[in-house]
């Protein structure tokens, strides 16, 4: 399985930024997908995870009403819409995959066997 990242950047505070994960490997629409991130001194977290039907979307409490996860299963690849971002949103955004089909989606690192190379995104004036 192999999951790649983009997206990534430089923005002003307030600004809009979208992450594409492109999927491949294995058949993409069987399995929940996941972002994570990590900060600059900090543990990796999770931002956002959407089931493997898309019908249903997690997000942490510090993106909610911000970031958007939707996924394309034609497309092999998962998205990140981010909006109103923060300087706190600082950081290198993973794109990770599980072991299993079908599965509960998961909230922690733990629940994911797979992950993209990461992306850097700076919130900055």
């Known amino acids: 399985v192999q999951l790649q990242a983009s997206g990534g950047g430089l923005v002003q505070p307030g600004a809009s930024l979208r992450l594409s994960c492109a999927a491949s490997?294995?058949?993409?629409?069987?399995?929940?997908m996941g972002w994570f991130r990590q900060g600059p001194g900090k543990e990796r977290e999770f931002v956002a995870a959407?089931?493997?039907?898309?019908?249903?979307?997690y997000y942490a409490d510090s993106v909610q009403g911000r970031f958007t996860i939707s996924r394309d299963n034609a497309k092999n690849t998962v998205y990140l819409q981010m909006n109103s971002m923060k300087v706190e949103d600082t950081a290198v955004y993973y794109c990770?995959?599980?072991?299993?089909?079908?599965?509960?989606?998961?909230?922690?690192?733990?629940?994911?066997?797979?992950w993209g190379q990461g992306t850097l995104v700076t919130v900055s004036s």
């Open positions: 490997g294995r058949a993409f629409s069987s399995y929940y």
């Open positions: 959407v089931s493997w039907s898309a019908g249903r979307t």
């Open positions: 990770a995959a599980p072991e299993s089909p079908f599965a509960v989606v998961a909230f922690t690192t733990s629940g994911y066997n797979y």
